[in-house]
C-alpha cells in the first residue's frame, strides 16, 4: 500500500481523546469509556492517529512491556472504511513496535470479525487461543469468544 503525501501519522495525546472517542463509540458495540481511553497514553502505552487531507480516519493504540507489545485497539472511521487504512495503521503500530524493539506481538479480536481476523492473518498472525465468552455479544444477549493471536517480529 501506497501511504499518499496527504496522509499523515500523529501520535495520540491528551488533546485529541476526545475526536477519537468519537470513531471508538462509532466502531464498537461496548467501547472504551474516554477515562479508559485517557488512561492508555503514555508510559507503557503508545498510539498513533492517521488523518487524510486534514481528517481524522482511524488510530490505534498499544501497549509494551518486557519485549512485548500488544494491539490493544485499532478504529477506522465507517466511513472511511474499506480503503486500506486499517492496514495503514496495523503497517506503522508494527514500525513503532519495531522501535521498542518488541519481539512478539499480541492481540485479541472478536471471533465473529471476520475481516479483523483477515486482515491479522494477511501480515502474519497466527492464533494461539481462544477465550470463551469474552466479548458481550453485539446483541446484549449472551457473550463472544475472543481469539487471540500473536506475530514476531
Not at 480516519?57 to 474499506?82: I, R
Not at 465473529?112 to 498472525?125: D, E, P, R, T, V
Request: aromatic share 12%; with cysteine; hydrophobic share 40%.
Amino acid at each position: 500500500m501506497t501511504i499518499k503525501a496527504n496522509t499523515i501519522f500523529k501520535p495520540v495525546d491528551q488533546d485529541i481523546v476526545a475526536q477519537l472517542m468519537e470513531i471508538e463509540v462509532a466502531c464498537h458495540p461496548h467501547p472504551w469509556s474516554e477515562k479508559t481511553f485517557r488512561s492508555c497514553i503514555e508510559g507503557r502505552y503508545f498510539g498513533e492517529y492517521l488523518t487524510v487531507d486534514n481528517i481524522v480516519v482511524g488510530f490505534y493504540v498499544g501497549e509494551h512491556v518486557a519485549g512485548e507489545s500488544t494491539l490493544m485497539d485499532v478504529c477506522v472511521a465507517p466511513s472511511q472504511q474499506g480503503k486500506g487504512f486499517g492496514k495503514a495503521l496495523l503497517l506503522q503500530f508494527f514500525e513503532h513496535c519495531k522501535k521498542l524493539a518488541t519481539t512478539s506481538i499480541f492481540l485479541e479480536v472478536r471471533a465473529k470479525n471476520i475481516s479483523a481476523q483477515m486482515l491479522y492473518i494477511n501480515q502474519g498472525f497466527t492464533e494461539i487461543s481462544r477465550r470463551t465468552g469474552y466479548y458481550p455479544s453485539n446483541s446484549g444477549f449472551g457473550y463472544e469468544d475472543a481469539i487471540v493471536m500473536s506475530k514476531k517480529l
